[in-house]
């Protein structure tokens, strides 16, 4: 039987942009995931704070990896975010996925974004669909 950790290592030895933003996976379990990553100057938008497409990519990530622990390829229908707080150079940002509703072909999920002192900087919902199509 396939792991949520060996669909993730796979996923992510093919993800050069989630390699690109430093992501490292803590913790990955069935419809849940926990990444973590260092916030780079080159990440920060003309108002010296972190672009928006960064939270939503670090996200997008957690969502994906929690969507598709289960061994299907998973991929996504819908998202929204918002940004509550401003995210700066060096922050340690840790997202946690985890799914709220699953059937057999779509699934919701919310991703709580979180910097180096506990404030949620983003929130991310999505919606994905199941495909028949196994990672493996």
């Known amino acids: 039987m396939i792991t949520p950790q060996q669909v993730v290592d796979k996923m992510m030895a093919n993800d050069a942009f989630s390699q690109w933003l430093g992501i490292e996976v803590l913790t990955i379990a069935d419809g ?14 003309g108002f010296g704070t972190a672009h928006g497409g960064i939270a939503f990519s670090f996200a997008d990530s957690a969502f994906a990896f929690a969507c598709n622990s289960d061994g299907f390829v998973t991929v996504a229908l819908d998202v929204s975010i918002s ?24 699934g919701l999920y919310l991703v709580e974004v979180t910097n180096t002192q506990s404030q949620l900087v983003a929130l991310f919902k999505g919606t994905c669909y199941k495909t028949p199509k196994t990672h493996f």
């Open 83 to 106: 940004f509550p707080k401003a995210i700066k150079t060096g922050d340690v940002l840790i997202a946690e996925a985890k799914a709220v509703n699953r059937t057999n072909k779509t």
């Open 32 to 45: 849940y995931s926990k990444i973590q990553m260092t916030v780079r100057p080159e990440m920060m938008n």
